[in-house]
């Protein structure tokens, strides 16, 4: 069974230009998360969809931060314009359920440098 | 919202020794506590997970414990090996809504 795909896996863009990040969750998983990984810091959540909805976007900055959920499947995260302060990993996860206490598969990461 | 504490962030011990490492969380609610070992350039994977309904899990040379009343659970590692240097995270979690720790580096010496 294929994990979570995502790409792309490196991505260098000039600061204001837009980026925009894809992933593909495990066949069947309801639930996809959106993080972001700083050098030497653990994942912090952008965005978690239970199906196509979007339950908690409370840390996403939605001024320039977008994300969509298309038919509860695959999953687009979006930024414009970059800054220099979003050079980061951004991880997208997958769980099985909706309820809780499942465990969740990470992509391999998209690893973004802004300039 | 939960906030999870994860010390030390830095360990180093010399192989066949035992790592421990702990991890604060705040909300009493979280009911399920997982550990993530994550390699350089690599993404995180799961090696033990606990519920709030269990007091301790092993798996081998891994084991965690929980302790409810004061919040904290803790990651041991016995007899370790230089394949278990990584950075290792903590998590705690209410139904989907996961926080992670800062995560602590582990290097094994040979």
């Known amino acids: 069974e294929a994990g979570v795909v995502q790409s792309p896996r490196y991505k260098i863009i000039e600061k204001k230009q837009p980026v925009a990040f894809w992933c593909n969750p495990i066949?069947?998983?309801?639930?996809l998360y959106w993080y972001r990984q700083n050098l030497g810091q653990g994942p912090e959540l952008l965005i978690r969809?239970?199906?196509?909805?979007?339950?908690?976007d409370s840390q996403l900055p939605k001024d320039r931060f977008s994300a969509e959920r298309l038919k509860g499947v695959d999953s687009t995260l979006k930024i414009q314009p970059a800054e220099l302060g979003d050079s980061a990993v951004y991880l997208c996860?997958?769980?099985?359920?909706?309820?809780?206490?499942?465990?969740?598969?990470f992509g391999p990461g998209t690893r973004l440098t802004v300039t | 919202g939960e906030n999870v504490e994860q010390h030390p962030s830095t360990l180093s011990v010399q192989e066949g020794d035992s790592a421990v490492i702990k991890c604060t969380y705040s909300?009493?609610?979280?009911?399920?506590f997982p550990w993530y070992k994550q390699e350089l350039g690599k993404r995180p994977q799961l090696i033990i997970d606990?519920?709030?309904?269990?007091g301790e899990k092993k798996d081998q040379r891994i084991a965690v414990t929980l302790n409810k009343t004061a919040k904290h659970f803790s990651l041991h590692i016995t007899e370790t090996q230089p394949e278990d240097s990584a950075v290792y995270f903590c998590?705690?979690?209410?139904?989907?809504?996961?926080?992670f720790g800062a995560g602590t580096r582990l290097t094994v010496k040979p």
């Open positions: 996860a997958s769980s099985l359920g909706q309820g809780g206490g499942y465990e969740q598969y």
């Open positions: 066949s069947g998983h309801n639930t």
């Open positions: 969809y239970e199906n196509e909805e979007a339950v908690d």
């Open positions: 909300d009493s609610a979280s009911n399920y």
């Open positions: 606990i519920r709030s309904n269990v």
């Open positions: 998590a705690a979690s209410l139904y989907n809504d996961m926080r």
